[in-house]
């Protein structure tokens, strides 16, 4: 199993502006994602956060969108920038331990 | 275009009886398969994984993986109230489990007391 913190648990945000999600594992992966699950849909991933290099955006994700940061193996940091309230959403991420992954309590954001 | 297709439901069950849910995938280069369940309001949890075909059993859990027919399901034994959720098929298209997971749009399972 994992123990896998995000901060903020939720939040209300006015569209133009940005908000950085913290994620914290307890233990040293190479392999974290982020993902994101809209109302009453399924997960759809957002991109890879590898440790010391670029991360890797899916199909219909731009880094100026949704910037990420890595600066260790057990931390990483997804911005939603330029909020529309489109991106209102819950935020996952998640880290890879062997084959399976586990995730994070989410991050419920909303954008007025 | 990766894709993982469930029924979206709802499956209503009667309590104690065998819960069957389903799930086929378009990559045939699939390499590991996942079955999680979410509650309203939370977030996914593993229920278990399987790479191989055939069954694998945990608790009152089977996976069965059939890579032929691109079909991977889960049974739930004895099913309880506290069952009631979506199941979340996803899969893993990279060996070693270096991409992230393709999910279905989940199934929502009712167990009725």
């Known amino acids: 199993s994992a123990v896998i913190s995000q901060k903020p648990s939720r939040d209300i945000c006015q569209r133009g502006t940005s908000l950085t999600i913290q994620c914290q594992v307890d233990?040293?992966?190479?392999?974290m994602f982020w993902y994101r699950q809209q109302p009453g849909q399924s997960l759809t991933l957002i991109a890879t956060?590898?440790?010391?290099?670029?991360?890797?955006?899916e199909s219909g994700f731009v880094i100026d969108k949704f910037p990420i940061s890595r600066p260790n193996l057990t931390f990483s940091t997804l911005t939603v920038s330029n909020m529309s309230p489109e991106d209102s959403s819950i935020y996952l991420c998640?880290?890879?331990?062997?084959?399976?992954?586990?995730f994070g309590p989410g991050t419920r954001l909303l954008v007025l | 275009q990766k894709e993982v297709e469930q029924n979206s439901g709802p499956l209503s069950v009667p309590e104690g009886a065998i819960a069957s849910l389903n799930c086929t995938y378009s990559?045939?280069?699939?390499?590991?398969f996942f079955w999680y369940r979410q509650y309203s309001g939370k977030s996914p949890e593993l229920i278990m994984f399987?790479?191989?075909?055939g069954d694998k059993e945990d608790g009152r859990f089977t996976a069965q993986l059939n890579k032929a027919s691109q079909y991977v399901s889960l049974l739930i034994r004895d099913s309880q109230p506290s069952d009631s959720a979506t199941y979340l098929c996803?899969?893993?298209?990279?060996?070693?489990?270096?991409?992230?997971?393709?999910f279905g749009k989940g199934t929502h399972l009712i167990i009725q007391p």
């Open positions: 996803a899969v893993n298209t990279r060996e070693g489990g270096a991409d992230g997971l393709t």
């Open positions: 956060a590898n440790q010391g290099s670029e991360a890797t955006y």
């Open positions: 233990s040293q992966v190479t392999m």
């Open positions: 990559d045939r280069g699939s390499q590991s």
């Open positions: 399987i790479y191989s075909n």
């Open positions: 998640s880290e890879r331990l062997g084959e399976t992954q586990y």
